[in-house]
């Protein structure tokens, strides 16, 4: 089994893509805290009581016979996440993984975008995914400094949205473009105590994406659904594993069977004049590099170019 003794946390773990995820590592062997609010899909409702979706992926899990916990911390709270890993030290001994995964969607075009609703999806997303994870890379940098040796992952959430902009997304994209930036610095800030940070940008049918999707969930390709959740886990569960301890700081798409590493951010043409650029310079300066770019990627949802 791929990840045989190793242990995970999964945020948003209790549908859609967190619970593919966990209970595809549970299936190679690991030990799963399933963290789940609950939430609608706007971030409102939520809590504990009766049967949650989080409880209803543990009992999956352990009917695999895996070994399994429930969590409902806000990943937003520095204090809940903080008490999310004692949970899991005190229960498995040790933690291996971090999946950051939960997020919610308040899609509204740019010009009528409100500051709630700004704020609200740059938190669950990009707060979202620096609590737990600094949670957790203060307990492996402990363990290294302890003489240890964590072979630890950090994995998180981007989208084709923070990578190349979508319409009516505006601080759904912000948030996912950060969480990929993010990624870099935890990269290469951590790598000295042991621990990887990579970060996927999937392509799957969720509560998020359905209507998104629903053209090509409607016409599957390739004899399965491309859409599927389940699609992407495996490329999550082998990032966690002990095989991908030399791949850092990379951003993964995948989209049914394809998968793309992406290429980010780096430096395109150049041109040095040797001196200070005078404002009537510039226009025909910039002119050069665009003809020697690379043409931009479309934003997702934009208008097809017209002949």
């Not at 998968?259 to 780096?266: F, Q, T, Y």
Request: glycine share 12%; hydrophobic share 40%.
């Amino acid at each position: 089994m791929l990840n045989k003794g190793r242990v995970v946390i999964v945020t948003g773990a209790g549908r859609g893509l967190g619970r593919a995820h966990a209970l595809a590592f549970a299936r190679e062997g690991a030990g799963v805290v399933v963290n789940d609010l609950g939430v609608a899909l706007d971030g409102s409702g939520g809590g504990a009581g009766g049967e949650t979706p989080a409880r209803a992926v543990v009992e999956e899990i352990r009917a695999l016979g895996g070994d399994a916990i429930e969590n409902d911390a806000d990943v937003t709270s520095f204090e809940q996440t903080g008490a999310l890993l004692e949970q899991t030290l005190e229960h498995f001994g040790r933690l291996d993984v971090v999946v950051n995964n939960a997020g919610f969607v308040r899609d509204r075009m740019f010009v009528s975008c409100s500051e709630e609703e700004w704020d609200a999806v740059t938190r669950v997303h990009l707060k979202g995914h620096f609590c737990l994870a600094r949670h957790a890379a203060a307990h492996w940098r402990s363990e290294a400094k302890a003489g240890k040796a964590p072979d630890a992952r950090i994995i998180n959430t981007s989208s084709g949205a923070g990578l190349r902009g979508s319409m009516g997304q505006s601080a759904y994209s912000a948030a996912k473009a950060a969480i990929a930036t993010l990624t870099l610095v935890q990269a290469a800030e951590l790598a000295r105590y042991g621990v990887t940070a990579n970060a996927i940008a999937p392509s799957a049918r969720t509560r998020m994406t359905e209507d998104f999707f629903a053209e090509a969930m409607a016409k599957p390709e390739r004899g399965f659904d491309v859409m599927a959740p389940e699609n992407v886990s495996p490329l999550v569960v082998w990032l966690g594993s002990a095989e991908a301890r030399e791949v850092s700081g990379r951003c993964f798409e995948l989209s049914g069977g394809e998968l793309c590493l992406n290429d980010g951010w780096r430096m395109g043409p150049k041109l040095d004049k040797g001196a200070r650029w005078e404002p009537h310079e510039v226009g025909d300066a910039v002119r050069d590099l665009l003809s020697r770019a690379n043409p931009a990627e479309a934003v997702h949802g934009s208008p097809p170019e017209t002949p």
